[in-house]
């Protein structure tokens, strides 16, 4: 199992060809407590990059970009009667979708969790 982060503070947690993707602790806690969260379809084709879903928070609505290309094979549905999870469980229970990777090469331009912390730590 390998768990990579983007700028945008996405994870994905990959095991096999599957990877599941939320938002990182830091950006909840830059959120505030969220409110909504919006989920992409399963089936959807998402590309790296791209807006995937959307998170409501008290402050602020935020994408929340696919951190890697893929088929939308799973959705949390959760976390549409408790989006509060995304608040107590940012990198457990509160995971937005898992996508079947059709890249998984897209892997390597992501930041292990040492890298993101660094970059974290700079931004702040």
Request: charged share 30%; aromatic share 8%; net charge negative.
């Amino acid at each position: 199992m390998t768990v990579k982060y983007t700028k945008d503070h996405e994870w994905v947690r990959v095991e096999g060809d599957v990877g599941t993707v939320g938002v990182s602790d830091f950006a909840q806690h830059q959120l505030g407590d969220v409110v909504f969260v919006e989920l992409p379809d399963v089936g959807r084709t998402l590309e790296k990059g791209k807006e995937a879903a959307v998170v409501e928070s008290v402050k602020a609505a935020s994408d929340v970009f696919s951190p890697v290309s893929g088929e939308v094979i799973e959705v949390n549905h959760d976390l549409e009667n408790e989006p509060a999870r995304v608040n107590t469980g940012a990198q457990t229970e509160g995971w937005f979708f898992k996508l079947r990777l059709s890249n998984p090469s897209e892997l390597d331009g992501l930041m292990d969790e040492a890298a993101y912390k660094a970059f974290v730590e700079e931004s702040n």
